[in-house]
């Protein structure tokens, strides 16, 4: 039972700071937007089950990406509050991580809807 509660008590927390991306992050919002129009978008075109899964990993990759780099800039601002060259070489790597995923998506995007756009015209 103690282990049950513990694991409802992680699961809170997980759920917290879900909240607190979103809430926070400009660009978690924007990633939201973005996830809701292309599963929209996908059930609207009728994506196979290989599709659904290669969107959802997409769409988890982004934001797995962008949690973890506002993980980082919350602990290193707790840290060093004041500029540091290295914290802002870290901050900038995290950042190229989302961007990286980003870009990923859009790749992924363009090979699932592009040909069905390309047909529909």
């Known amino acids: ?11 809170g927390h997980a759920l917290r700071g879900l909240s607190t991306l979103v809430r926070t992050q400009h660009n978690a919002r924007i990633h939201l937007v973005a996830a809701a129009s292309v599963v929209t978008a996908g059930w609207f075109v009728e994506l ?13 990759l982004v934001f797995l990406a962008e ?16 500029q540091h060259p290295l914290i802002g070489k870290a901050k900038n790597v995290a950042a190229a991580g989302v961007l990286l995923a980003a ?11 592009g040909p069905r756009i390309a047909q529909a015209n």
């Open 1 to 11: 039972m103690k282990l049950l509660r513990e694991r409802y008590r992680s699961f």
């Open 48 to 60: 196979g089950s290989s599709e659904w899964v290669l969107l959802t990993l997409t769409i988890t």
């Open 67 to 82: 949690a973890v780099n506002t993980a980082l800039e919350f602990l290193a601002d707790a840290v060093m509050p004041i």
């Open 103 to 113: 870009i990923a998506s859009v790749v992924v995007g363009i090979l699932l809807f």
